[in-house]
């Protein structure tokens, strides 16, 4: 029999279950992962349906893989099966010959663990499978892991009298200003003053991130779908379905006020208190919401959580809003400042971060 797994994973495929459901792309798929997986073919949604229904706790496969149909009945059956206390936590992949972004939005809605488009690189998907059932033994155990990190960021002494001394003397000057957009904030439209979201930091440590709100109350909820219509960093290679930032262009969740203070970066100020407090400094990485941080686990990437996280930083004073930022860029200037921060090049970041805020694109 010939091995076709993943070199970093040889092997482990063989033994994991997956229950199939579909005919378009089921040469496709016996062809290229057959050898690699113990897989159930089922011809229809019925079928599947029928094959999952006569499973033990026991048998009940690792992965589900579903074609989705023309009708677009497959997410119904994945709300059923979700509802099957036997099913619960089974990983649910979706694969499609229509490039059709409402698709998209709807798998991410549901919160299906991944959605591929046809054409796509089959060993993407083969490393995909055996991460996601690996990650799934694992998770249990991920908070204890968590502590025991192999490197840790400590903040240097001067880095840090440095990042109590600017933020004190900015909350202190610019009270007045903060205590006038807090009034405007909230005469401008229904809701808080402040936005609260969590953001992971340093050393993947998730913390309360603070802003003046510059959008609507229900911004969280329209997020999902806008994320795969309007995101700056579209994803760049054909047949991938989400890109690792999100940045919308235009948002119309903006507020009109928002629109001010975003683009003056007043709505930052908040986080001068999230400086004094420790949870990041006033040069460094921004700090990433958790959607974001989840897809930036690689080795590769992940080098950016282990340098400071700040207010502004490389990426804001180089190429911020700029159309022509692709996502790579942007993590490359991450990593850069994660490897070679120092003293001086926080002094020069903090200069050239006064002309960047005053940013004309919307995003």
């Known amino acids: 029999m010939q091995q076709t797994a993943t070199d970093w994973n040889e092997n482990s495929g063989a033994q994991i279950s997956i229950a199939y459901a579909g005919l378009e792309l089921k040469d496709v798929i016996t062809k290229d992962l057959g050898d690699s997986f113990r897989i159930n ?13 006569n499973q033990s706790i026991l048998t009940i496969p690792d992965i589900v893989l579903i074609e989705v149909d023309k009708d677009e009945k497959c997410f119904h059956v994945v709300d059923r099966l979700r509802k099957n206390f036997l099913m619960n936590g089974i990983i649910i992949i979706m694969i499609s010959t229509r490039k059709d972004k409402k698709l998209v939005q709807r798998a991410m809605q549901m919160k299906l663990h991944d959605f591929y488009t046809y054409p796509f690189d089959l060993s993407d998907l083969r490393e995909r499978l055996n991460f996601l059932v690996k990650f799934k033994l694992i998770r249990p155990k991920l908070l204890e892991l968590s502590q025991e990190v192999d490197i840790t960021y400590n903040m240097p002494a001067g880095k840090r009298f440095l990042d109590l001394f600017i933020s004190s003397m ?9 205590l006038i ?8 439209s229904k809701g808080p003053v402040f936005y609260k979201s969590k953001r992971v930091g340093t050393g993947y440590k998730v913390f309360d991130f603070y802003k003046f709100r510059s959008m609507r109350t229900d911004a969280d909820q329209m997020l999902a779908q806008m994320a795969v219509t309007n995101n700056q960093y579209a994803a760049e290679e054909e047949g991938t379905t989400k890109s690792a930032f999100v940045k919308i262009k235009n948002d119309p969740r ?20 999230n400086i004094l407090r420790g949870d990041m400094s006033v040069v460094g990485n921004r700090p990433l919401p958790v959607y974001e941080a989840e897809m930036l686990t690689s080795n590769e990437w992940s080098m950016r959580f282990l ?5 502004t930083g490389l990426w804001q004073i180089s190429k911020r809003g700029k159309e022509d930022m692709s996502e790579r860029e942007r993590k490359k200037l991450d ?3 994660a490897q070679k921060y120092s003293f001086w090049l926080d002094l020069k970041i903090i200069v050239g971060t006064v002309p960047a805020l005053f940013q004309k694109e919307k995003v």
């Open 41 to 53: 073919f089922n011809d229809t949604l019925k079928d599947l349906e029928g094959y999952l229904g």
């Open 307 to 311: 340098g400071p996280a700040g207010l």
């Open 335 to 337: 990593n850069f400042y």
């Open 170 to 178: 900015m909350l202190i000057g610019l009270s007045p200003i903060m």
């Open 181 to 188: 957009v807090a009034i405007l904030v909230k005469l401008d």
């Open 254 to 273: 903006v507020t009109k006020l928002g629109n001010f203070l975003r683009n003056s970066s007043l709505d930052e100020l908040p986080q001068l208190f």
